[in-house]
């Protein structure tokens, strides 16, 4: 069975400090995604990794997949509070039906 | 240049009636996907139309359909509706394989 493993699933920290989230995955994948969600708001793409050692960088988030690993994470430094939300790591498996499998989301709370 | 439009914003049925929501991708934007978002099972891939052409579907009844029109613009359809189908269903677009998705601000569905 597919599994997508997202952890932590919940995360408290100050401003200022760094942090990784994991996402963990059970089978071969052609790309995988992060995104955010803001509370009632629908999803925001953040990045899109296709290939092992792939690593994106935008402000303070940073994404690397290790597709031998079948790990990808997402590397947060220095937080600040905008960067309170819930992310989302999607792995895409282009020859199966169900395609797209979600992790459960890490709920991420900055304290300022 | 105008994001992904879905309509209506919120939606409320009883159980065993049908309903239809509208998604309008970005211009230019021939891929459109759909999925689902509850408090129970997070979020699922419904089903990827690039073209006009149904790609690849998610593991849910045949009660869900949907299609896509010659413009890009896609429908999804969820016949004999049930409690559990209440649900953010959110449409997104791209411009291919391999682009990032950018989403729609979603329907709320709630069948009663």
């Known amino acids: 069975e597919l599994k997508v493993e997202q952890n932590p699933l919940f995360l408290s920290m100050q401003e200022g400090k760094n942090y990784t989230i994991y996402c963990n995955y059970s089978?071969?994948?052609?790309?995988l995604y992060w995104y955010r969600q803001d509370p009632g708001k629908s999803l925001e793409s953040l990045f899109v990794?296709?290939?092992?050692?792939a690593v994106k960088q935008e402000g303070r988030l940073m994404a690397s997949l290790d597709t031998k690993a079948r790990l990808s994470t997402l590397h947060i430094t220095a937080a600040v509070h905008d960067l309170s939300a819930t992310y989302f790591c999607?792995?895409?498996?282009?020859?199966?039906?169900?395609?797209?499998?979600f992790g459960k989301g890490t709920r991420l709370h900055i304290l300022p | 240049k105008a994001g992904v439009t879905q309509t209506p914003r919120y939606l409320i049925k009883t159980r065993g009636q049908q309903v239809t929501l509208s998604c309008s991708p970005i211009?230019?934007?021939?891929?459109v996907s759909w999925y689902q978002q509850t408090p129970g099972q997070g979020l699922q891939f419904l089903f990827e139309?690039?073209?006009?052409?149904?790609?690849n579907k998610g593991n849910f009844p045949g009660r869900f359909s949907g299609r896509q029109f010659s413009n890009s613009r896609s429908e999804m359809n969820v016949s004999t509706l049930e409690l559990g189908d209440s649900a953010l269903y959110l449409c997104?677009?791209?411009?291919?394989?391999?682009?990032?998705?950018?989403f729609g601000s979603g329907t709320q569905l709630s069948v009663l």
């Open positions: 997104a677009s791209s411009r291919g394989a391999n682009e990032k998705l950018f």
């Open positions: 211009s230019g934007h021939r891929s």
């Open positions: 089978t071969t994948s052609d790309r």
């Open positions: 990794l296709l290939s092992n050692g």
């Open positions: 999607a792995v895409d498996m282009e020859r199966r039906d169900d395609k797209i499998i």
């Open positions: 139309y690039f073209s006009e052409t149904q790609r």
